[in-house]
């Protein structure tokens, strides 16, 4: 870390900094220059606070030289993870899997009905809410147990992965033996103790940054789980709330690059839950393969005027068949594919 001092920075001001460094364990390196002076800390930075010192007597900055994130920054693992599931599917390597389904499960006919069109476009896994977080506590709240059994046994015919958000660490056991990979939504992303228990799982966890989170709290929010000792973790970028109106989220496509850089994790993009609008979906789905992503998770109904959750933003299984065949030229410009077949059987 880095403390730069204003250049009419008393002695005693320096002095009081470096005590406070040292204090806190680390070792302060001072560089004096002919107007300002720089002090370096060096050691264990990443619990202290750069906005306390910030605001100290005599600072003009302070930078963070090393991320804050040891577990989820790039330099933990410089060529990057590949998460591998159980059929052989992978996530950050050069081929993209698709994840698609309804927002919500809602039948033993809906979701297998779904499963067979996002199979026949080309996804790999089948998405699925069980357990809703909805804005109002009248609307529906989801299927529960008895609708992921009902996702698994369509993915089992289809031969897809599932995939499907926990929201409580008390769903975590029950939720085991019907998914491939855990969601946890926006509005948990911070839900500091379902993170732990999730590090402790041996399954992997897609963690979507929340409505109002940087990119730096998602980032470690991730390590929460990192640390917990699961480093099967993919993040999501499913937009986030601006002043903007028209969409329901701003779909963050920088966010992509940005995460490629500072972490080794595979990033993933939802421009369904980016911007609400399932006429706008096909474009940020597009632009997220172009500026990297590793992967898409979208939502697809047969019937999304009939849906009971999100219809708006949902895909009718046509334009998600159109969409797959776009997203196969782009990741081709891009130096990637989208999974051409995924492999047929899968055993949780
Ligand atoms: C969802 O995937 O249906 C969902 C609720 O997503 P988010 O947490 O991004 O709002
Ligand atoms: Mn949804």
Redesign the pocket.
């Known amino acids: 870390m880095i403390v730069a001092m204003q250049e009419l920075a008393t002695e005693e001001q320096i002095d009081s900094i470096i005590e406070k460094l040292v204090e806190a364990g680390v070792n302060v390196h001072r560089t004096t220059g002919a107007t300002q002076t720089i002090l370096a800390a060096v050691g264990p930075t990443s619990t202290l606070d750069i906005e306390e010192y910030k605001l100290l007597a005599g600072v003009l900055s302070v930078h963070r030289i090393s991320s804050p994130y040891k577990l989820a920054g790039r330099a933990f693992r410089p060529e990057g993870t590949i998460i591998e599931f159980n059929n052989g599917v992978k996530i950050g390597g050069d081929e993209i899997p698709i994840m698609a389904g309804p927002?919500?499960i809602e039948s033993r006919e809906q979701i297998f009905l779904v499963a067979q069109q996002v199979k026949e476009a080309g996804a790999c896994f089948l998405?699925g809410?069980a357990f809703?977080?909805r804005s109002s506590p009248y609307a529906f709240q989801g299927m529960g147990i008895p609708g992921l059994k009902l996702m698994r046994e369509a993915a089992d015919a289809f031969g897809l992965l599932a995939i499907s958000?926990v929201m409580e660490i008390a769903q975590i056991e029950p939720m085991l033996p019907y998914i491939d990979c855990f969601?946890v939504?926006?509005?948990n992303m911070q839900n500091f103790n379902l993170l732990r228990e999730l590090g402790k799982v041996r399954k992997p966890v897609l963690l979507?940054r929340g409505i109002a989170a940087t990119i730096e709290e998602l980032l470690l929010s991730s390590e929460y789980i990192l640390a917990g000792g699961n480093y099967d973790v993919i993040l999501?970028e499913?937009g986030i709330r601006t002043y903007e109106t028209y969409t329901r989220n701003t779909m963050d496509i920088s966010a992509i690059p940005v995460i490629k850089k500072l972490s080794h994790l595979p990033i993933v993009g939802?421009p369904?839950?980016g911007t609400g609008r399932r006429d706008m979906v096909p474009a940020m789905a597009r632009a997220s393969v172009a500026a990297g992503a590793d992967g898409i998770?979208v939502?697809v109904h047969p019937n999304p005027d009939k849906a009971v959750?999100?219809g708006a933003q949902t895909l009718f299984p046509d334009q998600f068949t159109k969409l797959v065949g776009e997203l196969r030229l782009i990741a081709q410009a891009v130096g990637r594919s989208v999974y051409a077949n995924a492999p047929a059987t899968t055993n949780v």
């Open positions: 927002c919500s998405r809410g809703k977080p958000e969601q939504g926006a509005r979507k999501c499913r939802d369904s839950h998770i939502e959750s999100d």
